[in-house]
């Protein structure tokens, strides 16, 4: 058996390749590169899958978090509540906006935002809370949406790896006052090329995000305040229809994969992130955290495994953020999860066969 990648794209494209080629000549006859009716059609597609009101498209999921900071009013002076243990972008969007990221820890076994910590982090300045669905699987949204309320602040969901994850049985995305997606070709929808989106159910929002990410026009030649050059690319858009048909089959597929992992590895050396009863995960990754990582993954790596890391910096000891303050031991769970995570294979084309490799492999552990 020949080495078993974290991901392997190249399966997916082979499968949907005559069908992806199809959408892009459509692209090309209508030359419909920027924005134009092939974003229109997938916005519409994803804002129904998502049940909400409306989806905007644009240029990448970092781009979202931006505008829908801007679209908030959050800006200089503002601070905004991110969690410690997550892609660094998170922590971008607020940045791009010029307000402050404030980080939290997260918790020991969920990984996700921990509610308990989010209250003293919360100080006049404070505008909005950031939780995130993290490898896929949501966060505590009443818990974190309750402290929200309570202290009159905004909700955002950073939803970039859980497109169909579901929270208490609805689908992420409609929860805060907006939702946040990546369409990096990475993720469980991905697009060919980089795309972003945002999903909300407040009219205002999406009006406004739709004239920030269009030179801050609403009418041609005609801006109303200053703006970006942040659109979804027809092609992008092109593809991303073609693949949401085959979303919630992929994510199917990734949690009977994870399902085999959870239950058939049994291996004390191995912890695995919890799952709350109320959260039904994608499983954009399936991490573990194990004492000894460099050893493990060399394990892996001498038994044809070819593992990743999702994150070995958390964000408040990111040298971008050094002028924050922070230091080590400020946020222990984070800085544990860092320290000791490692992400296994997992993508819907894995084949059984591969998964019982690997979970032989860690048993052997």
């Known amino acids: 058996m020949a080495q078993i ?7 997916q494209h082979q499968k949907i390749k005559a069908e992806i080629f199809e959408a892009f000549e459509k692209v090309y006859e209508n030359t419909a590169f920027s924005g134009g009716p092939f974003v229109e059609k997938f916005e519409n597609e994803f804002a129904n ?4 009101e409306y989806a905007i498209g644009v240029n990448n ?4 978090l931006h505008l829908a900071m801007l679209a908030l009013g959050i800006g200089a002076g503002d601070e ?7 892609f660094i972008a998170t922590a971008w969007g607020v940045s791009h906006a ?9 918790t020991a076994d969920t990984w996700e935002i921990d509610p308990s910590k989010i209250e003293a982090a919360i100080t006049p300045k404070t505008k909005a809370i950031i939780g995130v669905h993290l490898y896929g699987q949501p966060f505590d949204i ?9 202290h009159k602040l905004f909700m955002i969901e950073d939803a970039a790896q859980a497109q169909g994850a579901r929270y208490k049985n609805n689908v992420v995305g409609g929860f805060g006052e907006m939702a946040c997606f990546s369409f990096y070709p990475g993720k469980n929808l991905g697009a060919c090329g980089e795309a972003g989106g945002i999903t909300t159910n407040n009219a205002e929002y999406n009006t406004h995000i739709r004239s920030l990410r269009n030179h801050g026009s609403v009418v041609r030649y005609y801006h109303d305040e200053i703006g970006y050059n942040m659109r979804m690319g027809g092609l992008e858009g092109a593809s991303l229809s073609v693949k949401l048909q085959y979303l919630n089959e992929w994510n199917n597929r990734r949690r009977a994969i994870a399902k085999k992992y959870q239950s058939l590895v049994k291996n004390d050396k191995i912890k695995m992130q919890a799952q709350p009863e109320w959260a039904d995960g994608i499983y954009h990754l399936f991490v573990v955290t194990v004492e000894d990582k460099n050893g493990f993954v060399d394990y892996l790596a001498k038994n044809d495994i070819v593992a990743a890391f999702h994150y070995p910096v958390p964000c408040h000891l990111q040298k971008a953020y050094a002028d924050l303050g922070y230091k080590q031991g400020d946020f222990p769970n984070a800085e544990y999860l860092a320290n000791h995570c ?3 294979p997992m993508f819907a084309e894995l084949t059984d066969e591969e998964a019982d490799k690997v979970i032989a492999v860690l048993n052997g552990y």
Do not use: E, Q
């Not at 009443?142 to 309570?150: E, L, N, S, T, Y």
């Open 142 to 150: 009443d818990a974190v949406k309750a402290i929200a309320d309570k």
């Open 342 to 344: 490692v992400s296994l």
């Open 61 to 64: 999921g970092t781009t979202a």
């Open 49 to 52: 899958f998502c049940d909400t």
């Open 5 to 11: 990648h974290c991901l392997d794209l190249k399966r």
């Open 98 to 106: 010029g307000a402050t990221p404030v980080f939290v820890d997260c």
């Open 80 to 86: 905004v509540i991110v969690p410690a243990n997550t």
